[in-house]
C-alpha cells in the first residue's frame, strides 16, 4: 500500500511553492531544513512531534522557515481557528501573506480594524495585540 500524501505549501524566495508530500517525506524535510517551522491548520508542531501528528483531518499544511535574530522582526498574533485561537509567532511579512491568502479575514490591531491592503503600510511596532479573524457574513 502507497503513503498517503498531503498538500504542503513551502515557503521559498517566491512566496510559496505547493507540493504533494508523504508525512515521511514531510518529516524527512522539516528534519533536513533545520530550523525550519510546520504550522499544521495554522497551529505550529514540533518536529519531534510530527511522526504523531494526524494530517488526515489537516485543512492547511505549510513548511516555513524559522526566524533568525537579525531579520524581521515577529510579532504574537491570535487567529481564530474551531478552538477558539491560536496564539503564533508571526513576521509583518507573514501577517500580510496569512491576511492576502485567507481572503475575507479581519486583522485587528489593538482592536482597530485594519484593512489587508493597507497591512503592509501599518506600523505594527507598538502593537500591543494583533488578532485575525475570519469575516463575517450575512446569512451564515
Known amino acids: 500500500m502507497t503513503e498517503k500524501t498531503y498538500t504542503v505549501e513551502i515557503a521559498d ?3 510559496h511553492s505547493v507540493v504533494e508530500m508523504t508525512k515521511t517525506a514531510l518529516i524527512d524535510q522539516a528534519a533536513k531544513s533545520q530550523g525550519s517551522w510546520v504550522f499544521v491548520d495554522n497551529r505550529m508542531v514540533a518536529s519531534e512531534d510530527l511522526a504523531n501528528t ?3 483531518t489537516a ?3 505549510r513548511m516555513v522557515p524559522a526566524l533568525q535574530a537579525g531579520k ?4 504574537t498574533v491570535e487567529i481564530a481557528d474551531a478552538t477558539g485561537h491560536s496564539t503564533v509567532e508571526m513576521t509583518k511579512t507573514e501577517i500580510v501573506e496569512q491576511a492576502r491568502q485567507q481572503s475575507g479575514s479581519w486583522v ?3 482592536n482597530c480594524m485594519v484593512a489587508t491592503d493597507a497591512l503592509a503600510s501599518t506600523d505594527l511596532s507598538t502593537a500591543q495585540h494583533i488578532r485575525m479573524v475570519p469575516a463575517l457574513l450575512a446569512g451564515q
Open 59 to 61: 485543512q492547511h499544511i
Open 54 to 56: 494526524d494530517f488526515d
Open 13 to 15: 524566495a517566491t512566496g
Open 72 to 75: 524581521e522582526q515577529t510579532y
Open 108 to 110: 485587528f490591531v489593538d
